[in-house]
Every structure is written in structure tokens, then in C-alpha cells.
């Protein structure tokens, strides 16, 4: 009997519905950029100093520019032989007193005339930001001592991601691919919404959780959806595209983020029209291949009928009254666990090898966008450029992993990245031309090996395993988004280039763990263990 793909090379692998099917889903993963790396303009740190009762009043009255104002009342500091404004302390000093001189205020308070040996103490009255940006940072004062809630913003986004994969993937299996994509959807959009009224930093962490526990499920459903439709020889290629509508999302957030410099109603913009993704309920159909694993092949053969007429096509009449099938029948059913997953040597090497790289290239992945935020340039610009190297890391991908495979380019991917970061990391800063291009190179090396992780965990996995193995190595992708922020805003504290040299160290780590797997171009998907175990001989029977 046959199954949906030869049925799939009489009406077309991606033609007309698929196309337009295509189009549609590809909105939801350009929603979904918001989501993953928002916290570059949701949490922007702007410049900012200790709230000094007083000396506003002082200013007046001196006429003092604002130069002078810094000059005269803020404390310096030393960083990276930089003299820098100190953020985190303020002088000790009753700025009321009406005895206090315009032209060097703190003159007789300090002994031997050296400011330095003025007491310091923390900034008890808050702080003052710049006015041209409002973000979580500048409304919840996530500045010095509770820096680290800037963490946890954006770590808690990425355990609701790592906690809501295996709910959301059962609601995808039991319910149906377009059910599970409108139910976290609607929910998605909520909680976004809630994200943005949130009356406290705490609310927000909380709304922002529940935001991640679907936001993610919503993406990969999508992206299962639209794999499930298509024939198979244009599966990879509609993956690696489905991956570069992200790139659209970020270039349209870049964009409402600069028109739009408040985080509560920048929230708002890009969380509404994704209220819109309900309409999915009337313009996207369900996955045959899932109605077909449910016995209801009736309802398959309706969209399958639907697929032909909407691509100019006739099902051979021959077909037309055959049940479809899926899988193989005469196979013995497996029940995969996780302990198939070290159990044997070389499906425990692919196991441990994967997890890693899929925490690698999230650190590096969300780390590079989230140093953005901290880097010194403009936001935006930089944002911008980051951006636009995802669609020539998808191009690249296209070329070559069917005409060169799978394992070089990906190893050379990470050895790109983790060179890139380091060159940058030692790039003197008023060469900005050359940082940038760099950051951009490296941005395109982990671009590249997020992609290839992606589809590379299927090909290695037998057929039983498959489904269990890429949720537990992509596990880990969370985890490496959990960690991401503190090694950026944490490390950048002790050297501002600090998280570069650790993104270097864990992507030349990868490079290299990559070349230790078996190239899986030109290779049908392994069915058992054995296969995985003897896979020279396996694929060496398969060219035969």
C-alpha cells in the first residue's frame, strides 16, 4: 500500500499548497523572534547614576550644564583605563546645604583637598536614567546590586521553554499538530499581553515563564506541521527557510524596537498581531500524516484531495481508493527509553556529542544577541547587522550540505564562530568597522550550526529512537539558554570581552566534537540500533 509521499509525487512535494501553507507558518516563526531574544531591547540597560537628593536644586541655582553637574556631584571610577561615571555609588554628601560653593562644591569637605577620601555610600534614593529609552531595567531598577534580575527575566523564559516541550509535544501527538499550534498560540498571546501590564518586576517574570512554556512548543509545531506536508525531497530545504523567517521576526523587532523605545508598549506591538495566528483555525489544514497514525484516513484523504486540486493535480485512480498507510506494518513495535540513549557505544557517543552542541549554540546563539545590549555601539545598528547574516548562513546551508555533507560545514561553523568571538573580543574599539564584521562572522558560524544540529539529530537516531532522542538532546538547547544570560551579564561585569573568550572556548569545543560523528549525507535513515552500531557496514550495504 502506498504511503503519503508517493502519493505526495502525483500531487505535487511542494507546489501551490504547499507553498501557500508554507508562507503562512512561516509567520508564526517570525513571532516567535520576539520571544527568544526580546531581552536585547526589553531589558536595554541605558546609561544611568545614583538619584542624589538635592542636587538638581544645586544645578539650578549654579547653572551648571550637565557636563559640570556629572563633573562636580558623581564620583569617578576606573574601568578598563577608562575613567567612567560610577553607577553604583554616590558621594556621602548633604546636597541641601546652602553653604556649598558653585564653582567646586565639594571644596572643605574633603581632606587635603582630594575628593577621593570622601566617604562613598550606595544609592539609597535610586537612580537616574537616561529618558530616552524605558525598559524593565530602568522601571524595576535592575541596576548594581539586583542586577541579576535581568537573569532571570530572560533565564525564566528558557525554563518555560525546557518545561512546556514534553506537555506541549503530548498535546501535538494526542490532539493533533494544528490543535497543539492554536491552543499555544492563544496562550502565547495572553501571556504576552499580560507580560506587557505586568504591575511588578516579580509579575513579569511570571507572565513571561507562562510565555515561554507554549511560546516554544507553538515555533516547533509549525515547524512539524509544515515538514509533515511536503515530499520529502524538499524537507531539509523548507526547514532551513522555516529557520530563516526567525531572521524576518528579528529584523521587524529591530525596527519596532527603535520606533518604539518603551518596553511596555513595544511588548504590547509586537504581541497583538500575533492574535492574528488564530486565523490559522480556517487557512491551515491538519497533518495528514498525523490523522493517518490516528486511524482517521478518511479525514487524510479529504486533505490529501484538497492538496491535489489546489496544486492542478489527479490522484491516479488507482490510489483513490486505497487506505493509506504509514510506517511498516509488519515490523515489531518498539518502545523506546531514554536509557536506549547510552546504552550502546555509539549511539551513547552521538547522544552526549549532540547535547552538547545544542547547549553550545543556544549559549552562543542567545549570547551573541544578548552582548549586543551591553556592547558599546548603537543598539539597533548592531542588532540590524547581526540579523541580516542568517539568511546567507541559510544559503550556505542549502549549497552545501547535499553537495558537500553534513560534517564539515558544521564543524567548520563552530571553528568560524569561536575564532570570530575571539578576534573580536581582542579588536582595539576604535576599530568598529572591524569589530562589527567579526561579530557578524561569528554570528553567521553559530547561525549555521544551530540549523545543522537541528535536522543532523534525526539522521542519527534508528527510527523508534528518533523522536525521543531529538527531545532530549534539544533539552539542553534550554539549558544553554537558562545559563546564556548570566554568562553575558555577569561576566561582562569583570571584562567587558569576558563572555566572547567563553564563547570561543565552548565553540571550538563543538567544532571539534563534530568531527568525531559519521557523515549522514546520501544515507537512509537508520531503522534499528544495529544499524547506528554497525553503521560503516550499514552504509557501505546501502551504496552497494
Known amino acids: 500500500m502506498p504511503n503519503l509521499d508517493d502519493i505526495l509525487e502525483y500531487i505535487g512535494e511542494f507546489d501551490l499548497f504547499q507553498k501557500r501553507t508554507f508562507f503562512l507558518i512561516c509567520l508564526l516563526s517570525a513571532a516567535f523572534a520576539p520571544i527568544y531574544v526580546g531581552v536585547v531591547f526589553l531589558g536595554f540597560i541605558p546609561e544611568h547614576r545614583c538619584l542624589n537628593p538635592g542636587v538638581a536644586e544645586l544645578s539650578r541655582r549654579c547653572g551648571w550644564s550637565l557636563e559640570e553637574e556629572l563633573n562636580y556631584t558623581v564620583p569617578k571610577g576606573k574601568a578598563s583605563g577608562e575613567v567612567l561615571t560610577s553607577q553604583c555609588l554616590r558621594y556621602n554628601v548633604n546636597w541641601n546645604a546652602t553653604d556649598l560653593s558653585c564653582t567646586d562644591p565639594l571644596e572643605g569637605l574633603a581632606s587635603h583637598w582630594?575628593?577621593?577620601n570622601l566617604s562613598l555610600t550606595t544609592c539609597q534614593d535610586g537612580w537616574v536614567y537616561d529618558s530616552s529609552v524605558s525598559s524593565i531595567v530602568s522601571e524595576f531598577n535592575l541596576v548594581c546590586e539586583d542586577s541579576w534580575k535581568l537573569d532571570v527575566?530572560?533565564?525564566?523564559?528558557?525554563?518555560g521553554f525546557f518545561l512546556g516541550s514534553v506537555t506541549v509535544g503530548y498535546i501535538a501527538d494526542r490532539f493533533g499538530r494544528k490543535t497543539s499550534l492554536l491552543i499555544t498560540s492563544l496562550v502565547s498571546s495572553i501571556s504576552g499581553v499580560l507580560v506587557a501590564l505586568a504591575p511588578n518586576y516579580l509579575w513579569s517574570v511570571i507572565f513571561r515563564f507562562m510565555q515561554g512554556l507554549v511560546s516554544k512548543g507553538s515555533w516547533t509545531?509549525?515547524?512539524i506541521l509544515i515538514t509533515e506536508i511536503v515530499g520529502p525531497g524538499y524537507r531539509r530545504t523548507v526547514a532551513i527557510l522555516y529557520q530563516a523567517a526567525f531572521a524576518i521576526g528579528l529584523l521587524i523587532l529591530d525596527v519596532v524596537a527603535y520606533a518604539i523605545p518603551h518596553w511596555r508598549w513595544l511588548q504590547l506591538a509586537i504581541t497583538l498581531p500575533t492574535f492574528l495566528l488564530l486565523l490559522y483555525y480556517w487557512c491551515?489544514?491538519?497533518?495528514?500524516r498525523w490523522l493517518i497514525s490516528q486511524g482517521q484516513n478518511g479525514r487524510a484523504m479529504e486533505i490529501v484531495d484538497n492538496i491535489a486540486k489546489t496544486n492542478g493535480k489527479m490522484l491516479p485512480a488507482q490510489i483513490e481508493s486505497i487506505i493509506l498507510e504509514e510506517g511498516n506494518e509488519d515490523g515489531e513495535k518498539l518502545s523506546p527509553s531514554v536509557f536506549d540513549l547510552v546504552k550502546t557505544p555509539q549511539i551513547r557517543k552521538f547522544t552526549f556529542i549532540l547535547m552538547y552542541n545544542w547547549f553550545t549554540s543556544a549559549v552562543m546563539y542567545q549570547g551573541l544577541i544578548m552582548y549586543l545590549g551591553v556592547a558599546e555601539g548603537n543598539v539597533y545598528l548592531d542588532f540590524f547587522y547581526s540579523s541580516l547574516v542568517e539568511f546567507p548562513a541559510a544559503l550556505i546551508l542549502i549549497l552545501t550540505i547535499e553537495r558537500i555533507g553534513r560534517r564539515y560545514p558544521w564543524a567548520i561553523a563552530n571553528f568560524v564562530a569561536g575564532i570570530a568571538c575571539l578576534a573580536t573580543a581582542f579588536t582595539p574599539d576604535d576599530m568598529l568597522w572591524l569589530k562589527?564584521?567579526?561579530?557578524?562572522?561569528g554570528r553567521l558560524g553559530v547561525t549555521m550550526a544551530f540549523?545543522?544540529?537541528c535536522f543532523v539529530?534525526?539522521?542519527?537516531y534508528p527510527t523508534f529512537l528518533r523522536n525521543l532522542g531529538v527531545m532530549v538532546c534539544s533539552s539542553l538547547c534550554d539549558l544553554g539558554g537558562i545559563i546564556s544570560p548570566f554568562v553575558v551579564y555577569r561576566l561582562a561585569e569583570i571584562w567587558h570581552d569576558l563572555p566572547l573568550v567563553v564563547f570561543t572556548l565552548v565553540g571550538l569545543i563543538a567544532g571539534g566534537s563534530v568531527l568525531l560523528l559519521p557523515e549522514t549525507k546520501g544515507r537512509t535513515l537508520p531503522e534499528t540500533i544495529e544499524d547506528v552500531e554497525n553503521f560503516h557496514q550499514y552504509h557501505t550495504s546501502q551504496l552497494n
Do not use: H, K, R, W
Open 221 to 223: 509545531a509549525g515547524y
Open 457 to 460: 539529530n534525526t539522521e542519527l
Open 451 to 453: 540549523e545543522m544540529v
Open 436 to 441: 562589527v564584521t567579526l561579530a557578524c562572522l
Open 114 to 116: 582630594d575628593i577621593s
Open 284 to 288: 491551515l489544514p491538519e497533518s495528514p
Open 153 to 159: 527575566f530572560q533565564a525564566c523564559v528558557n525554563a
